[in-house]
């Protein structure tokens, strides 16, 4: 069957298909059982067209639990051979899925902090004050090290100094994050990536992987509180997942 991501891989491409052949079961009971409904036979056609109804939506919603839930990485103890093959980075995401599904942050709400730094490096820049057109966002960009959208960003909002930034209310930081986001959202670099120092935070890469998933609520920094929450098999999953980390590559 391979490791835990091949096989959720596979089982995901067999409820895919399956699915699709739940559809075309609900499609065509549904017709057949019209029909015959249309021809006197009511019983038999709803029987037919229920049928059709309840392939398709078990279907769906295994297709569902699998994408949402992670599939069996938080229903059973995990093996090494789950986890055989796996490289360091996979096996770090399937551990911080278990954190993620208790709730837990990953520290994105720090993320602005890098922004205060572009703001720190066009003031030793420019001691004087500035102003830069829009011609020269790309080339002074290279200069400071970020990404054009980013310096353009700082460069529309007095907000974002390291000094203002530790004044602001947790709503005002929400409201500069959520534009950032709809500004940058296909630039290759994210502002939660970035912790208060304003260096790269690598755990803040997996919030932007489980924010698009609608059971992903994060309420805490706390490690001993999602652990707190976890299963017991859960705890062993995670154990098991870190061994395997500290022999990857």
């Not at 998933?213 to 017991?232: A, F, G, L």
């Amino acid at each position: 069957m391979g490791n835990i991501i091949q096989a959720n891989e596979k089982r995901m491409n067999l409820l895919s298909n399956i699915g699709c052949l739940g559809c075309f079961m609900f499609i065509l009971t549904g017709v057949i059982g019209c029909n015959i409904i249309e021809d006197g036979g009511s019983t038999f056609g709803w029987i037919l067209f229920g049928v059709g109804v309840v392939l398709y939506l078990f279907m769906y919603s295994q297709q569902y639990i699998l994408k949402e839930g992670g599939g069996p990485l938080t229903r059973r103890k995990l093996s090494d051979e789950d986890l055989e093959g796996l490289k360091k980075e996979d096996l770090e995401r399937l551990r911080c899925h278990i954190y993620a599904r208790h709730g837990y942050n990953f520290n994105v709400n720090e993320g602005l902090y890098y922004l205060a730094v572009i703001d720190d490096k066009l003031h030793k820049l420019y001691p004087n004050g500035y102003r830069i057109s829009e011609s020269e966002i790309p080339e002074l960009s290279n200069v400071i090290g970020c990404h054009a959208q980013h310096l353009e960003f700082v460069l529309q909002f007095n907000e974002l100094s390291k000094k203002n930034l530790d004044n602001l209310s947790e709503e005002k930081k929400e409201e500069l994050r959520t534009n950032l986001d709809s500004r940058v959202r296909y630039s290759n670099m994210k502002i939660g990536e970035y912790n208060r120092k304003g260096d790269y935070n690598s755990k803040s890469i997996h919030y932007y992987y489980f924010k698009h998933y609608d059971w992903y609520k994060p309420t805490t920094c706390n490690m001993k509180e999602v652990y707190s929450k976890m299963s017991e098999i859960e705890k062993y999953n995670v154990e098991l997942i870190k061994a395997h980390e500290a022999k990857a590559q």
